[in-house]
Nanobody
Framework: QVQLVESGGGLVQAGGSLTLSCAAS????????MGWFRQAPGKERDFVAA????????IYTDSVKGRFTVSRNNAKNTVYLKMNSMKSEDTARYYC????????????????????WGQGTQVTVSS
């Protein structure tokens, strides 16, 4: 069983930067793709970014393109989400999610594709 734990959330000023981490523990022998999602109060959980096992391919939702970067270090079993030029609309609880992959497939944007989730970390952008 794999457990995911997000960290790095907090309060940041608009225009500032913040980097989130997602550490995987337990049985991590099999390859897996990772996604980042976020959920604001009263809203549904939305896709943010995703990365395949090798890290060669990434996808982003339009609202974060050019500002956010997802990366990973498999030797450390950790995935990152670097957030730059942050805006008030980025305020949400951020979740990482994993799905086993074959042939280094790139995951999609649907939360239904992912079967393992972290507890989330709160990100608040002040203006």
């Amino acid at each position: 069983q794999v457990q995911l734990v997000e960290s790095g959330g907090g309060l940041v000023q608009a225009g500032g930067s913040l980097t989130l981490s997602c550490a995987a523990s337990g049985r991590t022998v099999s390859s897996y793709a990772m996604g980042w999602f976020r959920q604001a109060p009263g809203k549904e959980r939305d896709f943010v970014a995703a990365i395949n096992w090798s890290g060669r391919n990434t996808i982003y939702t339009d609202s974060v393109k050019g500002r956010f970067t997802v990366s990973r270090n498999n030797a450390k079993n950790t995935v990152y989400l670097k957030m730059n030029s942050m805006k008030s609309e980025d305020t949400a609880r951020y979740y990482c999610a994993a799905v086993s992959s074959k042939y280094d497939a790139t995951p999609g944007s649907s939360d239904k594709e992912y079967d393992t989730w972290g507890q989330g970390t709160q990100v608040t952008v002040s203006s």
